[in-house]
């Protein structure tokens, strides 16, 4: 399987992500000790020509209230994947997609998603407080991905990572924004907070 092929994989799970959450259920409110599950599902449609690629994400994060302070909440996000599936109407591109089993790699790179954000008094996030953490995790995710796949030799890895993870640093860099990282969890949020309460972009809550 090329490096081409993987990357569009990531890219496009990445893309979901950044659509942000459809279907997620969230607790009216947070004490301090709770996990809190829930599940998030985006579909992208991708057009080429006559041609349709869809690819459905579904997250199954898993939110731990770790403590309270002068700004509000402290939670914890950690993510698995429940399911990731993709259909191409190009009959010899369904074939190449169906035989790549994707499963492990996409659930290594889901799993790196660990996020520490800090919640406002409105109980929206105001930051993520391990983005240095989460950016390298990902960059080792995806490093370790592309070795698996090109079939690095370990006595060659050394090298092979010198010239790769420049380039994986810049891209991830690109993708890890707070602001991606944080709609990818929850979907849109000015229109609501984490304590159920359904906002409207520029007003406050009641």
Not at 139 to 145: G, K, L, P, S, V
Not at 161 to 167: A, D, F, G, Q, V
Request: aromatic residues 8%; negative net charge; hydrophobic residues 40%.
């Amino acid at each position: 399987m090329s490096m081409r092929t993987i990357a569009l994989y990531v890219c496009l799970l990445m893309t979901c992500f950044m659509c942000g959450a459809r279907e997620i259920t969230i607790m009216p409110q947070f004490t301090v000790g709770d996990t809190i599950g829930y599940r998030a599902t985006t579909s992208l449609v991708m057009y080429h020509g006559k041609d349709s690629l869809v690819s459905t994400t579904k997250l199954l994060p898993t939110l731990i209230v770790n403590e309270k302070n002068d700004k509000g909440f402290v939670i914890t996000i950690n993510n698995r994947l429940e399911d990731f599936s993709i259909e191409c109407s190009d009959p010899e591109a369904g074939e190449t997609l169906k035989a790549f089993d994707k499963s492990d790699i996409l659930n290594d790179f889901v799993a790196a998603i660990v996020l520490k954000i800090q919640l406002g008094a409105d109980c929206r996030p105001d930051s993520i407080l391990n983005m240095n953490a989460v950016r390298e995790r990902i960059t080792e995710a995806y490093i370790n991905m592309f070795a698996k796949q090109q079939e690095v030799d370990e006595s060659n890895r050394a090298k092979w990572e010198n010239e790769t993870r420049p380039l994986l640093v810049g891209a991830v860099d690109m993708i890890c924004t707070p602001a991606h990282l944080i709609e990818q969890q929850f979907g849109n949020l000015p229109y609501f907070n984490l304590t159920g309460i359904p906002l409207k972009s520029g007003k406050s809550r009641p």
